[in-house]
Structure formats: structure tokens, C-alpha cells
């Protein structure tokens, strides 16, 4: 039924498609990668296939790059990729899920490489045999938000979850992504790292992304927690500002917001393009991109600091937080 | 042919904030996805009303109440199906279709064909018996019986094929889930619509470049309408 309903569309669009460079590509680069594209570029037998495959054995084909909204929102997936696809004439498609969901796709084998920031679910993942090849890929920070007039008083705190505590005890609107996205996931642990338990009239979740939830946060007069660059993207469209700084501009540790790459286990999903993710992943941790990752500005401000190159070695970045070839977990 | 007289009409009204190609890419896919859904759901939709309106069989009120109940089918369940249907993991899933037109033109396929069945039903029911019987005392075969109240019913089964494209252009909760909202860096739509699109401006907050998006689907919908109603009106009065 669905492969003759497939080709039928095949055929009544081929024409239209063969129009749209882009469009093609990638669906011949998925349709190609039908099971076959390890093979294709591991046996070296693509002699017959022209010159373009012999620069890189995954030309043609596409990667799929799930990732969270405040990397693709804030443009610089879109500044960066350009690069990365010109260089070994593949596309990426880059799908912005928030962390919790994009982790979830790559676990049904539906992408080849994630790009998301929370530790403790990147762990869960790796543990579970689905990612390999971790990388710090960047950081930014998280910063509480809120209106000017800062009912809660928690202008200036030094600590998050003291400024979470004043939120909770005055009962003043504070917005939740309530998403279980990396910034979720976040402010679920900051609350409980300050020993309380949100819930009330005045805590609302919205299941939105970081953008709408500055949006509602913005006309309910409301905190949220948000990620510096998000906030920075969007700072010219609402009213709200930064009340408690994360680490970037000194503020407190806890409020760090790193972000990883992982590939996705072609043990575990042999349909997934490893190649061409480990490809991405060396791309995107080498000095160029790195230094391309710094230099990327949204209203004159810096958003993501890279984190990938490094003289001193850091072993954890590898495997799950504390994890040890020593210990006996797992 | 609709494409016309908008694409060059935004950018020259909004100085558009949007990269060159990115809004004709859009548009193109939106068309695209949707147009070859409702002709697919139209291939499936009128033979099934036909049957279901000209026969009668035991069943016949359940399958036409299972038609309705498909008219109220919440998109967002429709992706879910469709997407564990073509998630590699899914039944489906060796044919890499997640994240691809192909998969968006599944779910709205889903989508379009309940109200294009019910409504070409209706249309199929009301023709007139007696044109029926007309055409069968002129010896008509079942099939040229079809086509005589088909073509009675024209009119009605183009409301119906609009109401499936309304249906399947506006719809945002399943093609973003099995589409995945996806544009090359450059700026060119892969997998974005014009409602993923409004989507995502909105998650951004800028809420004026997505009502610009929101004119532009109203005024596709209206011409693709006008176009329809126009070559309908044609039919009717020759």
C-alpha cells in the first residue's frame, strides 16, 4: 500500500522535485542510505560512481542532527552548517526538538547525531547504549528572568536556588517550560536543589519552548528560567530582564548550561549514518568551528562559548559524570 | 500557478526578514505535501463513496459513522501514528521515512480523506434517484451509473476536495512531528510548511513576521479556493 502510494507521489512529483535542488538531494541521500550507505563508503567499491565520492565517501548523503530550540533558534546551526555542508557536499537537516525529545528520536533510530544540553539525560542515554562518542561540544549559562519591578525581590542573589526559594515563599508567577527539554530539566533540579517543591496558582507549566515561555512570562509578569541565548535573541521583543546572572557574567556555577554532541550507536541502530556523524562531530569540535562558534553574535552579544579544544585532557567528557574504569557500576 | 502573484508580492509589501527563497520554499513545499495528499485521498475518497452511497450492505451506518468520527481525528494523533508507523523502529521504518515530504503527505492523507468521503457521500446520496434510474433504463452499466452521478455530484464533491485541502494546508500538529520542521542552512524549506513555519516564528516570539506567514497561507487557500470555485462555476453553467 505506502510503496505503491509512494511511488505514485514519486511520479507525479518527480518533475517538481528535480526542480528543487535541495529537496532531491536529501530525499535521494535518505532513500540512498537505505541500509546501504555503510556499505557504500566502507568497501571502497564506489570506483564506478563519480569524482565526488572519492573526496568523501558520504557525499551525497544527509545527516539528521536533532537537537534542542535554543541551538537552532538562536541561528547558529544555520550560520555554521553551510560550512560543514560545502565541505563534504552532504545536508544536514537539522530537527529542533528540545533535549528530552530529540534524545527520544535518536533513540528510535531516527537521527544520527544529537546535540543537546542536560547532562544527567546524556548520561541516561550513553548508559543505555544508544550514544557513543561523547564531545563538550559549548557552553552558555541559564539566567532567572523576570519583570523590572522584581516582585520576589531577587535582584542581585549570588545563589539560584535562594532566588527560587524567595519566588516560591512570596508566591510570585513564575512560568516552567514543563517540557522536559535541557532547560526543564535544569530548573526541575535547581528546585530541588533548593528544597522545594513547586506547584501552585502561581507556578504555571506550559510545555512550550523557550521562546513562547519568555512570551508568556513577558505578559504575565512573570520569572522563568531561560538560556542566555535564547533571552539574548529575543531581549528587544519583551520587557523582562536578568535578575540573578549565571556563571558568564559570574554568577553562580549551578546556573552553567554545557552543551554536548553524541553520535548515535550504529550497534544498536545500523541504519544510522555514522560516518557521516562522527564526520559532524569532528567538524564541530575542530578550532575553525569552534572559533566560528565564538565569533557568532545575536544583537552584539556573544552566545555560546566552545568548550571542544582544550590542551588539558578531560576524561569525563567522554563518558558518563563519574563514571570510572575502577568502580564497580555497571 | 498560485505561486505567482504572491511570492514576489511579501518581500516588496514587508521588506521581508526572511532569506531569499525561503518563503517561495516554504510555500512550495506546503503545496506540495498538501495538493498531492488530497489527490491521493480524492483517488481513495470518491470510489468509497460511491460504493458506500450507492449500495447497501449490512454495516453500511457504522462505516459512515466511522467516516464521520474521522473528520474529528486531533491532527497531533495522527502524527503520533504516522510517526511510529515510519520511525525506524515502526513498522515501516526500513523505508527511511521519517522526516521526509513523503511521511508528511501520509499523515495528511490521513487527515483529508474523512471529510473528503463524508462530504462526496453527501453529495453522492443526494443526487436525485431518478437520474439513476435514467441512466440505468438507458442501459447503462453500474459503472456508467457511477459516472452519471458523479458527474451530478460534482459540485459537491469539489467542496468536498476543498474541505480535504483546508483540512490538510492549515494543519500544523502532524507535520511537524513526522516532518520535523526541517530547512538546508541555507535558508531553503526540506520539510517546512507554512504552518510549521508560523510555528516556529511564534516559538520565537516574533509573532509580526509570523501573522506576515499567517497572510500568506490565507491568501494560498483563498486563490487555490477561487481557482477551484471558478472552474466549478464553469462546469455548472456551459
Known sequence: ?330 | MPLDPIVPFVPALFESPFREGYVSSVIYVSLYVSLAAVALSTLFSIPVAIVVGLTDFPGKQFVKSVINTGMGFPSVVVGLVVLFAVSNQGPLGSLELIFTKQAMIMSQFVLATPPITAISLAAVTGVDESVRDAARALGGTRFDVALVVVKEARYGIATAVLAGFGRAISEVGSVLIVGGNITSADGISKTRTLTTAIQLEARQGQYETAMVLGAVLVALVLTVNAVVVRFGDRGVQP
Not at chain 1, 525529545?101 to 544520527?112: F, K
Not at chain 1, 545563589?159 to 532547560?183: M, P
Open chain 1, 1 to 330: 500500500m505506502t510503496i505503491q502510494r509512494r511511488q505514485f507521489i514519486a511520479a507525479i512529483g518527480a518533475g517538481a522535485v528535480a526542480s528543487t535542488a535541495g529537496c532531491s538531494q536529501s530525499n535521494g541521500g535518505s532513500g540512498g542510505g537505505d541500509g546501504g550507505d555503510g556499505t557504500d563508503s566502507g568497501d571502497g567499491s564506489d570506483g564506478g560512481e563519480s569524482d565526488a565520492s572519492d573526496e568523501a565517501g558520504v557525499a551525497g548523503e544527509t545527516l539528521t542532527l536533532t537537537t534542542t530550540t535554543s541551538t537552532y533558534d538562536t541561528g547558529l546551526l544555520d550560520e555554521i552548517h553551510g560550512d560543514f555542508e560545502e565541505m563534504y557536499d552532504v545536508s544536514v537537516d537539522a530537527v529542533a526538538q528540545g533535549t528530552g525529545a530529540a534524545l527520544e528520536s535518536a533513540r528510535n533510530g531516527d537521527s544520527d547525531v544529537v546535540m543537546v544540553h542536560a547532562r544527567g539525560l546524556e548520561d541516561e542515554f550513553m548508559r543505555n547504549g544508544y550514544g557513543i562518542n561523547r564531545r563538550d561540544l559549548m557552553f552558555n549559562d541559564f539566567v532567572i528572568v523576570g519583570p523590572e519591578d522584581d516582585p520576589a525581590g531577587i535582584q542581585g542573589m549570588e545563589s539560584a536556588t535562594d532566588a527560587l526559594t524567595a519566588i516560591a515563599e512570596a508566591e510570585a508567577q513564575f512560568v516552567s517550560r514543563g517540557d522536559n527539554s535541557g532547560t526543564h530539566t535544569k530548573e526541575l533540579n535547581l528546585w530541588e536543589a533548593a528544597g522545594t517543591d513547586p506547584g501552585g496558582d502561581w507556578y504555571q507549566e506550559t510545555g512550550t519552548g523557550m521562546g513562547e515561555a519568555l512570551n508568556i512570562a513577558n505578559q504575565q509578569g512573570a520569572y522563568t528560567l531561560s538560556d542566555r541565548g535564547t533571552f539574548i535573541s529575543q531581549r528587544s521583543e519583551i520587557d523582562l530582564t536578568i535578575l540573578v546572572q549565571g556563571p558568564i557574567e559570574d554568577g553562580p556555577e549551578i546556573l552553567a548550561n554545557p552543551y554536548g554532541i553524541m553520535a548515535v550507536n550504529p550497534g544498536v541502530h545500523d541504519n544510522a549514518n555514522y560516518d557521516l556523524a562522527m564526520a559532524y562531530i569532528g567538524w564541530i569540535t575542530s578550532p575553525d568551528v569552534q572559533d566560528a562558534i565564538s565569533e557568532y553574535q545575536v544583537n552584539g552579544e556573544q552566545l555560546f562559548f566552545p568548550e571542544a579544544v582544550s590542551e588539558n585532557p578531560d576524561f569525563q567528557q567522554y563518558v558518563p559524570e563519574g563514571w570510572s574504569s575502577e568502580s564497580t557500576d555497571e
